[in-house]
């Protein structure tokens, strides 16, 4: 490796790194959930949200086992990489950033939808886009600075989401609803709520993409995998059982959980759970925007881009060209109202990395001399249940995710000529 060239520092210790799989997974989606499920199955709709998480361990075990193996930025495209060559590897990095930029524009969208509710003339004909931008471009801003401005920002907004639904937690304590005796759905039921329930934690392999910049990768994001997904589990639970004691009643209204915080806490508690959805939103965002543009840093490390997108600035020590790139792109869409189409194959291209992830483990271990039972049982179930969620998606999300492909087939034999920065095995 050039002995000149400047690397990010490693400064983010394991409370910073659980806050990527924990945004990742805390999305809009905790805010709807709960009276989605309880509509569905009733009281037992916590313990549903818990067969969910359950069911989802393998894959985050899988991630886990992937990551205590490397310690650069890239996640899924060193895994691809190692396991199957640079062009899975490439493939596995171009999809999932050309998606996570349209998200990230598509999710801007909804927190403005949230907090139009508050301020109303954010919902006029021509504001949105322009707030969309705006918001994106203050994610930039703050991740050019630097990655300890952006993890204690990351934990800021981290603060501001969480408070709120743990006040529905307590409130629920002390409501003296009573959820009444568990009833077992029917099977049919629960095959379609597991669907949810997997949704519920997508999104809590970010932390991979900048395990470069995390002070023990190795350890850490491992830990925080197993520890967040864990946790978000618990946290589903507690907040589907206060939805359930407080206003059931409330499961067919569009904001079912500001409804329930509003009858337990009055107008400030309906008011509070607004504002965490929106910053719920943006911190999810906000960890893409710190993440995705480490993957592009990793896959310039490995000579599949160009090696601008490998300048680190010298007085923020950020991957400054990353950045900007990733965020001049999200602002473009998010400026564009009609982009809609390509953001719904986000899901599916998470859904083939992990695939890719899983599938790479039994491989490099069959190299070592030795697979694991454990860990081929949790790569069966985790392939398994990948590809049961993906043949849900419609084929429109194919064609466009077969697109995407296209595109980074051409792009692959145009940019990954490179040479890498580092033999693969001191990845």
Known sequence: MDSTKIAPPRTVGFWGTSLFPLNGMIGAGIFALPAVLVAAVGNFAPWMMLVGGILFLPLALCYAWMASRFEHSGG?????????GRFVGFQAGWARYASAIVTAAANMHVMIAYLAAIFPWLGEPGVTPVAAGIGLALITIVNLYGMRASVGTLGVMTAIKLLPLGALIVAALFAGGDTGAVTLPQFSQVETVILLTFYAFIGFEGVVEAAGEFKHPKRDVPLSIVTMVSGVTLLYMAIIWAFNAIGPEFAGE????????GASMGQLGSLAIVVAASFSIGAN??????????????????????????????RFLTPFNAILFYGVAAVLFGLWEGFEVLAIAGTLVRLVTYVVTSCALPVLEHREGRIVPLHLFCVIFAVASSLFIAAQAQTQSWLVFGGLLVVGTLLYFIAARQKPEYPLDEA
Do not use: C, K
């Not at 060193?78 to 199957?84: I, K, P, R, S, V």
């Not at 904001?255 to 329930?260: E, F, I, S």
């Not at 993440?291 to 599949?304: D, I």
């Open 76 to 84: 899924s495209v060193l895994y691809g990489e190692a396991a199957f």
């Open 254 to 261: 569009d904001n079912a959980l500001a409804g329930v915080a």
């Open 285 to 314: 965002n906000f960890a893409s925007g710190v993440a995705q543009p480490r993957l592009m840093y990793g896959m310039a490390e490995r000579g599949m881009l160009p090696r601008w997108f490998e300048y680190v600035h010298p």
